[in-house]
């Protein structure tokens, strides 16, 4: 496999010198194309400011990022914009829909941005709408959906344009139980269709159903696992 995303010796610092906090701690870090990855910790680990960087969300203290070969702290803030827009969906916990569009419209908004022509957008939006089990829900407005179907609408905003990382932040964190076994569903299925996925949850059950398990610690790696039980399941 080719590497996908390849860190090294990252720190993100807050309050530098006296108080400073490191957030990240000199993080090294490669995940390949096609990999389903778990980064678990507590609050205040790290796990969300490493998110935010692998996602061009913010910028290190020190350290590079390479995302697709390319030097991501090198770029300019429109061109990691592009990067965002381009190759990488995201998700949420708080599903980020907007009330008063359809969950059609909802899945539509991003693509507007990337300048996709209407009759497209339409395409995209029904198939990924499709793809996460809402074909009979597309008309319907955020406060008409349960919690689970709102995240599936989500699911679907992010994969539409089909980006090759998908990037999860505690995606069932406000779900019940069996909305979250369909949301991990999802993930698996997105997994299976080739895209890189990464998983950022404090939950440990969560986590042991992706193929590679990275656990962060006061902004540090502890472990880096392969997960042989997940990938037996899959076979």
Known sequence: MSALIEVSDICKIYNPG???????DNVSLRIDRGEFVAIIGQSGSGKSTL?????????????TYYLNGKDVSALTDDEQSDIRNLEIGFIFQGFNLIGNLTAQENVE???IYRGVGKRERHALAVEALRQV?????????????????????????????????????????????ASTKEIMQILKGLHQDNRTVIL?????????????????????????????EAMEERG
Not at 153 to 173: F, Q, S, W
């Open 18 to 24: 006296e108080n400073e906090v490191r957030a990240l």
């Open 109 to 111: 908004l991003p693509l």
């Open 200 to 228: 950022i949850t404090h939950d440990n059950e969560i986590a042991a159903q992706a193929w590679r398990v990275i656990r962060i610690r006061d902004g540090k790696i502890e472990s880096d696992s392969i997960n042989e």
């Open 133 to 177: 089990g809402l074909s009979h829900r597309m008309d319907h407005r955020p406060n008409e959906m349960s919690g689970g179907q709102q995240q599936r609408v989500a699911i679907a905003r992010a994969i539409a344009a089909k980006p090759p990382l998908i990037l999860a932040d505690e995606p069932t964190g406000n779900l019940d139980s």
């Open 51 to 63: 998110m935010n960087m692998l996602g061009c969300l913010d910028v290190p203290t020190s350290g």
